[in-house]
Every structure is written in structure tokens, then in C-alpha cells.
């Protein structure tokens, strides 16, 4: 199994947004400590923001923050919906499946049962779960030169 990249930062923000230590962090902010583009992450906040796992305020002194506590937000569901297609083969397009051995094939139940158990283990794992070393993680995101 494999993430997008899309998938990949949403994470990368919301483990920023459970160490970070002031009430709000900024797109700005979690750009320069992942060293990645902010168009990018704009689109990223906007969606994990449409989907109920960060709070956004605009204007002057705004910024963003989780929407509610950290374990409360499993790791499983935020790949469920930052992922818009989980799809591993074309067996699993129904309109534009042109396998001719799909009938009779077990591969497309063996990858189903893979990303079952895949997704499983994901919800094994809350945000607070994957930062729990807050203290280690503030320094690798260097909060101490951004405040």
C-alpha cells in the first residue's frame, strides 16, 4: 500500500498541529519545517478542514488547530478520506475493467483482504498515538526558532 502525497503531508500537519505548543500554527509555518510547497499545503488544510479534522480561523493572528483532541482522530480515517482512491487494480473498476481472467481470478479477494488489514492497522492508531514524543518532534520541527 502506498500514499499519495496528499495523504502523506495531511499527516505531516496534523502531527504538527497536536506538538504544536501556541494555540494556532500557520500554513506558513508548517511549510518551512517540512521544507515543502504552501500552494500544496493550502489545498491540503482546506481539505482536512472540509473533512472535520483541523478548525481554520482567517484573518490578521489567525491560523489552524486541531478540531478536536488528538485521540480522538484515528489515523485510519484520515487516509480513508484524504485518499481518493484506494483502488490496487483494475479488477476493482467495475466501468473499466478489461481483465479477462477477472471471473475465475482470487487476486482482486487477496488485495481486498490486504487493504482491509492494511486500513485495520491503521485504526490501531490515534494522532496522539504517532506523537508521543512531543518533545522530540517540537525539535525537529524547530518550534523554538519559529515562535
Known amino acids: 500500500?502506498?500514499?499519495t502525497v496528499h495523504?502523506?503531508?495531511?499527516?505531516?500537519?496534523?502531527i504538527y498541529a497536536a506538538v504544536e505548543p501556541q494555540p494556532l500554527c500557520t500554513i506558513e509555518r508548517i511549510a518551512a519545517a517540512y521544507k515543502i510547497s504552501r500552494n500544496?499545503?493550502?489545498k491540503v488544510?482546506?481539505?482536512l478542514a472540509e473533512h472535520g479534522f483541523l478548525e481554520t480561523v482567517r484573518g490578521r493572528g489567525g491560523g489552524l488547530k486541531?478540531?478536536?483532541p488528538a485521540d480522538?482522530?484515528?489515523?485510519?480515517?484520515?487516509v480513508r478520506k484524504m485518499e481518493d482512491n484506494l483502488t490496487q487494480a483494475e479488477?476493482?473498476?467495475?466501468?473499466q475493467n478489461a481483465c479477462a481472467i477477472t471471473p475465475a481470478c482470487g487476486l482482486k479477494r487477496a488485495l481486498a483482504e490486504a487493504l482491509e488489514a492494511y486500513l485495520d492497522a491503521l485504526d490501531r492508531y490515534t494522532l496522539a498515538d504517532i506523537t508521543r514524543k512531543r518533545t522530540a518532534?517540537?525539535?525537529l520541527l524547530d518550534f523554538e526558532r519559529a515562535s
Open 1 to 3: 500500500m502506498r500514499l
Open 72 to 78: 480522538e482522530i484515528v489515523v485510519g480515517d484520515v
Open 7 to 14: 495523504t502523506d503531508y495531511a499527516l505531516r500537519v496534523l
Open 91 to 95: 479488477c476493482f473498476r467495475i466501468e
Open 45 to 47: 488544510v482546506n481539505r
Open 137 to 139: 518532534l517540537a525539535r
Open 40 to 42: 500544496h499545503l493550502m
Open 66 to 68: 486541531l478540531s478536536r
